[in-house]
């Protein structure tokens, strides 16, 4: 009984490690599809997004069936809660990606954004895939050091935003208001990605050792 | 045992109405504070959004407990996931608030929004509180016709949402950058706190009835 419980509590970590996957691609082909105006590639990522949550609701499912069939202890459920919340946090990283390339297809056939702050673009994208790559690796290999280096790429987000913000608010801002408004958008969705695996990475470490880090 | 058990979600239930109204209050207070400029208040609401999360812990510790030591049936199971998951709803409303209350910290001693889009933040701000109050009451009536007005009510969220768009988007928006960044990210927060309610409304639903809403 205990060994088929620990199985399918790794079927459903390896469901999980899938999904970031899937985040991490939508992740990139969005921010590829917004400093390129690819407008199909746009539709894609918003189209896979519904895929994810299909994919989501087949893993809660094995969640709620662990919960009910095998009668896990107390710290159990709450590890088995910490796996619903991971698969939450991953449907609205998908979410946040699908949102990135909805700016693409609003202002298809132009480009959101322009070419002097395409490296803007890129880093958060680049950070945000990092920092969900690093979540997807901790589900795998369960090293708690690197669910530790999430939190210090996240500064690298919050070092990027500052820049942003600083760039967008000086006198001299040449892109006008339209640019200004999807920019500060754009920068709130990688952000959100990277906070959900930050918070993805926490839960990783309960899952795993069954004590939350100290930062939470 | 039964009757304990339903003495003991009905415990929950109170405690998350009363969760709600300390998020309407700091949807209330921040909005006001924006408008005047009132540093005191912004401040006020950013650290009471701790004292809500204090709040949070102790709900989802009896949430836990009643998963534990009660031996649910696997629709109470999903029912207390369902109370769980309005918790982290309620929290992150909380720290949407707060975030309009930065915004206010921010700007100060300025104002963040100038007098002619005043009309803009109070309808944003009305609306965001009345759905916030109409889940308090779904939670305490259990009548699930409230919670499809939050529904109707969100329709002019989208609305504002829209109009404030068309105003930042206009040629002659005569306000500039700062501001337009300001308000693109305070319709965001405005319109997450709303999604908010809505989620919450379905979950209230499926935890009075145990049958999810055909809209999730």
Redesign the interface.
Known sequence: MRDQYHQQLDEVLTELERMTGIVSTAVRRSTSALLTADLGTAEEVIAADSQLDLAGEVVEEKI?DL??LQ?P??VE??ML?AA??MV?DLERMGDLAAHVAKITRMRYPAAAIPVELHGLIEDMGRVAQRMVDQAGEVIKTRDVSVAQRIESTDDEMDTLRSSQ?RQ??DAA?PY???V??DL??LG?YYERIADHAVSMAQRIIFLVTGEMPASQ
Do not use: D, K, S, Y
Request: proline content about 0%; cysteine-free.
């Open positions: 709620f919960m009910a009668a202890v107390a459920l709450r809660v619903l919340r939450a913000f967008m608010m801002w006008g208001v339209e200004a408004v500060a958008l709130r």
